[in-house]
């Protein structure tokens, strides 16, 4: 079910209505309801693969229980593997299983030595990276001692299952989300108009910016040799607004949604585009995924401890399994790879971690110096985009090289210029909202609110009609595919 | 609680009332008759896809309508006929494209497959009666479900747009069809690559287009209802599409649905390379030449003959000589 459909428009208040007033008075009903809902949700794409969910959670849900009373160290480190196997093992079959066979045929080939197997039409479960990491950081705190391992089977597979954020996260920790299925729910005014502040955001990102970039990034990206450099430059620029606004668009409906029902849930984006340099842009985007990387891979790996090779190792790591966390594609590892140098030269010489705050904080305008940062990091991180959007490495190659060509100076042209340029004014708009509101939350979350009632009310309404207005071309959300 | 749920209703109800209001507005406006009323002096009108919306120049054919619409199948030209045809009823006839990709499997996709649906589902659908409604719903009720409302609103703009300020009526644009000016020709290139075989692609029964030909069926019957005469045409194709096409099947079709309905076969109508857009569209200069052929047709009153079909083919030949002696 996806968030900007009738589908889920429907689905969500019948949801509500049984949890506030059916379910309230029994915890373990609540969240019965809340498993029930995320199958259902789940299912409505294919329901087959909610075998794949429930045979998880039952693994997890066990393993967890057997840690809980095992205390041999090495018995222990055999049922975290079984988990870390089971889950990774899914996620190796179903999303990389073609990549690297395809990859063992063409090195064999290399070597005159070809070989012929049997490539498997796969179908990629939709959120299988997702719920897979959300499972693992439960299993692995469990290990760890960092969290209790549950009793309540109910609560367990809500906190797995929880359709906010089942498909796309954020990518919950077990230490935040799983307590809050145990405490009973009370119904919070302002919390709620908050989350219906935040849906009503992520539905302008996703419907009004994503989906009408994503019409000419696709159309540009996938003729590529057809357009002129500065064409191809504006390509880049609008698929670099279509996958921010795609997934933290959904992330804010994810966040919102949960909200609604009374559960808090962990930032996942921060303004990412107004980041003065590469560290504070991973602290800024995808954070559920980037703080899961670190704290369940870059810090075991030895952190930023150790000698200087061993740093330089460990970014790489971190930044390659991210990418290829993406997808099963050499550009995606390229693109972790080229982050990976971004962040080097900061990290090596100290200073990664210059830029904690938020940018201008309480001015109106940032200074020279801050724009100029924030407009070198948004150009490195639209280069690296034209690697993780490209087709093959090939496709990226050409598509820089004829960025870099004197046609870069020629004059943009699409055949539907008219409705690219109220697309380009939309962006615009956009990012001064943005602006306006990157010390909070989300960039509206205290807009207008204290503004009377009828004129807060009539910008609702305006946000809406916008939405209505300009709704794109419908686009599955590009995290889905991940 | 209540005060959430008492508040998002309210909000929730001033923001339907006026979408209601202007959708039921919409609804009387476009079922208003007066809106579908043809020029004056119109006796003719084309209906179907792009094969007659590129090739009849209606600038160039005094009396005549071009109302083919690309990528349109009967099911939504059999919507716009039953509004202009019973507010136009002294037209002389109508002319419905048939042509070989008409009787294809696919064509019933055209009704309702995703891009059409949002494409054409905000335009018709005050059009709809029950069962065609029923017939989308069947098919595709995901779709129509979860149509953009950037459509409706675009939609519904053009209604209130055309009726209410620029009062002009609904067939004074394109929105519902009209004549498309090609200016490129790609044979060439299409003729040296490789183009689809069809030749031994036969096509059964269950490969057929039965919803789409049940909606031919009803224009049909609209027309005779209304006193108006039916030519079913085939507009101008190239020859190495015809000859890739399932021809056989094409005519068994054509006899076992519309044996009675006469048929003007224009596909062989001679034109050069540089007169098609594409294998299946002329360009402009050839609209020009077949819509001046075509005026003369009419001026000559051939269709009225006994015998117009033995008539046209004899001007054809014609034209082909002339052309060759040219």
């Known amino acids: ?482 | 609680m209540r005060k959430f749920i008492g508040k998002t209703i309210s909000f929730i109800t001033y923001l339907i009332i006026p979408i209601v209001i202007i959708f039921a507005g919409s609804f009387i406006i476009i079922n208003n008759g007066k809106y579908w009323k043809l020029p004056k002096k119109t006796d003719y009108i084309v209906l179907g896809h792009s094969h007659p919306e590129c090739a009849f120049n209606d600038s160039q054919i005094s009396g005549l309508v071009n109302l083919g619409k690309s990528g349109e199948s009967y099911f939504y030209t059999y919507l716009k006929a039953n509004k202009i045809i019973p507010n136009n009823k002294t037209l002389k006839a109508v002319f419905i494209e048939f042509g070989n990709s008409n009787i294809e499997k696919n064509m019933d996709s055209w009704i309702w497959d995703n891009e059409h649906i949002q494409q054409n589902f905000p335009r018709f659908f005050s059009l709809l009666d029950y069962s065609d409604f029923k017939l989308l719903m069947e098919n595709n009720s995901k779709s129509i479900l979860n149509c953009p409302p950037s459509r409706y609103i675009k939609e519904i703009g053009y209604t209130y747009l055309s009726s209410l300020i620029i009062k002009k009526n609904f067939l004074s644009n394109t929105r519902f069809g009209g004549y498309n000016y090609l200016d490129y020709s790609k044979i060439d290139s299409l003729i040296n690559n490789k183009v689809p075989n069809n030749k031994n692609n036969e096509i059964n029964k269950k490969d057929i287009s039965e919803t789409n030909l049940k909606y031919l069926q009803k224009i049909v019957e609209l027309c005779n209802e209304n006193g108006i005469k039916v030519f079913l045409i085939r507009s101008p194709l190239h020859t190495k599409y015809l000859a890739e096409f399932h021809e056989e099947e094409f005519k068994r079709v054509q006899n076992s649905y519309f044996q009675n309905i006469e048929f003007l076969d224009l596909a062989s109508f001679p034109l050069q390379n540089n007169e098609y857009a594409d294998l299946e569209h002329l360009n402009y200069k050839g609209a020009h030449k077949f819509s001046i052929w075509f005026n003369q047709i009419l001026r000559n009153n051939l269709l009225e003959d006994i015998e117009e079909q033995l008539i046209i083919h004899k001007t054809i030949q014609a034209s082909t000589h002339n052309n060759t002696l040219n």
Request: contains cysteine; glycine residues 6%.
């Open chain 1, 1 to 482: 079910m996806l968030f900007n459909s009738i589908d889920f428009a429907i689905f969500l208040p019948i949801v509500f209505v049984l949890y506030w007033f059916v379910t309230h008075k029994n915890l373990k009903w609540q969240n019965f309801l809340i498993v029930a809902a995320s199958y259902l949700f789940y299912g409505w794409w294919d329901w087959r693969f909610l075998s794949l969910i429930i045979f998880s959670t039952a693994v997890d849900y066990i393993i967890g229980r057997e840690l809980e009373n095992e205390g041999h160290q090495i018995k222990r480190k055999v049922l975290l593997w079984i988990s870390i196997s089971v889950n990774l093992g899914f996620l190796g079959f179903f999303k990389y299983y073609n990549f690297f066979l395809d990859n063992f045929v063409t090195v064999f080939t290399f070597f005159d030595q070809p070989i012929n197997p049997q490539g498997l039409n796969i179908i990629l479960p939709v959120g299988i990276s997702f719920y897979t990491f959300q499972t693992l950081s439960y299993t692995i705190d469990v290990y760890k001692s960092k969290l209790k391992p549950t009793r309540d089977f109910i609560a367990f597979s809500a906190f797995v299952s929880f359709f906010p954020q089942l498909v796309a996260g954020p990518i919950e920790r077990a230490t935040n989300l799983l307590p809050q299925f145990y405490k009973k729910r009370s119904f919070e005014y302002n919390k709620a108009v908050d989350g219906l502040r935040q849906i009503l955001w992520g539905l302008f990102k996703k419907v009004v910016i994503a989906d009408n970039c994503a019409e000419y990034a696709n159309l540009i990206f996938n003729n590529s040799e057809d357009y002129s450099g500065s064409t191809l430059l504006l390509g880049a620029l609008f698929f670099t607004f279509q996958i921010y606004c795609d997934f933290s668009g959904y992330s804010d409906i994810a966040i919102g949604t949960s909200r609604l029902f009374g559960f808090n849930l962990m930032q996942n984006f921060n303004f990412p585009y107004f980041s003065r340099d590469i560290a504070e842009f991973w602290r800024r985007w995808h954070i559920s995924l980037s703080t899961w990387f670190r704290d369940y891979l870059y810090i075991p790996l030895g952190g930023s401890r150790g000698g200087t090779w061993m740093k330089i190792r460990n970014t790489f790591i971190i930044f390659i399994v991210s990418g290829f966390w993406h997808g099963a594609n050499w550009t995606f590892i390229i693109w972790g790879a080229l982050n990976a140098l971004y962040f080097l030269p900061l990290m090596l010489t100290k200073n990664n971690r210059n830029n904690l705050d938020v940018v201008a904080k309480g001015k109106l305008i940032p200074s020279i110096k801050d724009l100029s940062y924030i407009l070198l990091t948004f150009s490195l991180t639209v280069f690296a985009w034209i690697f993780f959007r490209a087709e093959s490495v090939g496709h990226a190659i050409s598509y820089i090289s004829e960025i870099l060509s004197p046609s870069l100076l020629s004059i943009p042209k699409l055949a539907d210029m008219q409705n690219v340029l109220i697309t380009i004014i939309l962006v615009v708009c956009f990012v001064i909202i943005e602006w306006f509101g990157r010390e909070e939350q989300y960039a509206i979350a205290k807009f207008g609110l204290k503004w009377r009632r009828p004129l807060r009310h009539a910008m609702y309404y305006v946000i809406i009609f916008t939405i209505f207005w300009f709704w794109g071309k419908e686009q599955q959300f590009i995290y889905f595919q991940f």
